[in-house]
């Protein structure tokens, strides 16, 4: 798409260019079969052209190779009839009137083809062949043309040079700005993920939940949130070290998060020991067996670390609802908040609903 973009000031210039060298010149006046037909012949390369960029997307969706093909054949098709003009610049007698600007002609059209096709050298270089060696053969084999095939020649091979440097940089300056915008994607999951458990942070969190709850309001759908607190997590770094317990909160995030099937639910840390689940398009019975599915499966996975063996449980506070219009959305939060602490309440390793 740089490519096309690139060479798009070139398609209207190349339909206005040989009118504007063969009427001012009296040309036209002299040759108007010619003119026509070489002007005809431009503008009609134009529009395809700008027919190929109009459909570019579906036909680069539908084969990359046919898109560049037909790029490049109607690239090459501008080259091809513009060379043409310059070689009997050279070469007929007919053209003597237009010779001079028909070469400075050539001078900007060949440098400026040179850059815009720049992205592709190979393709650069042949249209700058195209463009270029007729003339130079021409200016040979004419009687008293030498010196424009010699000039032709020299700013040929300065073209090369030119193009290939400036191919170079292209490149150099594409994969630049491809590692920044990796770089820019890497630092944008970073501040979505939390650096211990490796799980979706609360800012991340607080973020998305805010999409799921005016999606729910949207769609008549209903949203549920689990709150996981771990059991007696303060004893466990008092005893074993914090060490110790940042290790078992990776255990219980990596069991939460499997247990967690769906693309659309979102697992997170919520802060300290806690977690929070918001499982989208889930009504209460739903959430309830996901929440003890969660509550079993720390439960039956002891946390093993350095020959220490820990029993580790959790407590889940789960509320439901049918978000609303007007309804505040931080009112499930404080709903499944409420139930985590009457499970706190009532024993811990257990399932609260609000």
Not at 67 to 86: E, G, P, R
Not at 199 to 217: A, D, K, L, M, P
């Amino acid at each position: 798409m740089d490519l096309l973009d690139r060479s798009l000031a070139g398609i209207f210039i190349y339909a206005i260019l040989l009118p504007a060298v063969f009427w001012p010149f009296d040309f036209y006046s002299l040759q108007p079969q010619l003119s026509l037909y070489f002007a005809g012949g431009m503008l009609f390369i134009s529009l395809l052209r700008l027919l190929h960029r109009t459909f570019s997307r579906r036909l680069y969706d539908f084969s990359v190779t046919l898109w560049m093909s037909i790029f490049a054949a109607l690239s090459l098709s501008h080259a091809a009839i513009l060379s043409t003009i310059f070689t009997l610049a050279i070469y007929d007698p007919r053209f003597n009137a237009i010779i001079h600007v028909t070469l400075l002609v050539m001078g900007g059209i060949a440098s400026g083809a040179l850059m815009a096709l720049s992205p592709r050298i190979n393709l650069a270089l042949a249209n700058l062949a195209v463009l270029m060696v007729p003339s130079i053969l021409a200016g040979v084999l004419v009687e008293g043309k030498l010196p424009y095939a010699s000039m032709l020649l020299i700013y040929s091979g300065y073209l090369v040079v030119l193009g290939i440097r400036t191919h170079r940089e292209y490149i150099r300056s594409f994969n630049i700005e491809a590692q920044l915008d990796a770089q820019k994607r890497a630092l944008e999951q970073l501040n979505k993920i939390d650096s211990l458990t490796h799980i979706y942070n609360r800012g991340y969190f607080n973020t998305n939940y805010e999409q799921h709850w005016h999606n729910s309001v949207r769609n008549n759908l209903e949203l549920s949130l689990l709150m996981i607190d771990v059991d007696h997590f303060k004893s466990i770094n008092d005893t074993y070290g914090h060490l110790y317990g940042d290790a078992c909160l990776i255990h219980i995030a990596t069991i939460i998060d499997s247990a967690v099937k769906r693309q659309t639910d979102l697992v997170a840390r919520f802060g300290g020991e806690e977690f929070a689940v918001l499982l989208s398009s889930t009504g209460i019975h739903e959430a309830a067996n996901i929440a003890e599915r969660i509550r079993a499966e720390v439960e039956s996975h002891p946390f093993s670390l350095d020959n220490k063996t820990l029993n580790v449980t959790v407590s889940i506070g789960l509320a439901s609802t049918l978000p609303t219009v007007g309804v505040n959305p931080n009112s499930l939060i404080e709903a499944a908040d409420k139930a985590l602490y009457q499970a706190k309440s009532s024993g811990r390793n257990c399932i609260r609903t609000d």
